[in-house]
């Protein structure tokens, strides 16, 4: 584990020289592995909370040709549809072709940012509920990110739930800061409400580090772990709404004991109960 460290001077922007560039103005390591960093963004972009677009680097030259080949890969959006900036949060892969190379940006590098957002954590794919829960995994967090600094997320639902489960304490901690610095800060105080904030409910797990609480949230759901810490009913249909964000494995994992409590998988083109953003691994 490292210190957590930040650079946040922005440099003068210069003039472009990748494709669709944009300008780093802020880049923050959570750990050893997990860092996340904020750009420009493009003026004509416009998203919804919650979608992914493709970001990325120029590759390195091809060895006889001398030309490079831009390496993009789905990121979603951490910051909300009302930033002016974009805001993502990824792992570092050592030998990743692209996240070995993203890991070292600083403040006025430029990324490549294909300014086309997509996307199922929408709003717009579920039906209206009472309850929203987030499940995240990892940096399948991001997305939460966006929609729990989003003022429609607390105009539809009465309550927000917030499962994030890693291996180690330390690799929890951007979601942490995130909703403890969402209370304290009063801009969003005042563009959320506070009443609306207070919606939150946090709920963090570990599978590696010893932490309060210790599991796989596949398991808490399915022994009623869950449901007993936070005084909540069993997740159904006429109340429940819920995101599904993380692994492969961890998508399928919760899709199978949402479908098991009774709630149907939708899309942009049919809202339901619930929806999986498939296109992010992490």
Sequence with gaps: MTEQSKVNQTAAKPVPTLPDAQTVTSVTHWTDQLFSFRVSRPASLRFRSGEFVMIGLMGDPHPET?????????????????DDELEFYSIKVQDGPLTSKLQHIQPGDQIILRPKPVGT?????????????MFATGTGFAPFASLLREPETYEKFDEVIVTHTC???????????????????????????????????????TT????????????????????????????????DRAMVCGSLGFNKDIMQILEGFGLTEGANSDPQHFVVEKAFVG
Excluded at 121 to 133: Q, S
Excluded at 222 to 232: E, M
């Design 167 to 205: 291996r180690d304490v330390a690799e929890l901690e951007y979601g942490r800061q995130l909703i403890e610095g969402l209370k304290a800060d009063e801009l969003m105080q005042e563009l959320i409400g506070t009443e609306n904030l207070e919606k939150i409910r946090y709920y963090p797990t």
């Design 208 to 239: 590696r580090e010893e932490s309060p609480k210790m599991g796989r949230i596949t398991n808490l759901l399915q022994d009623g772990t869950v449901f007993k810490d936070l005084g909540l009913p069993q997740i159904n249909a006429t109340h």
């Design 66 to 82: 001398g030309k490079q080949k831009p390496l993009l890969r789905a990121y979603s959006i951490a910051s909300p549809a009302w």
């Design 121 to 133: 954590l929408v709003h717009d794919a579920l039906l209206p509920g009472d309850r929203l829960w």
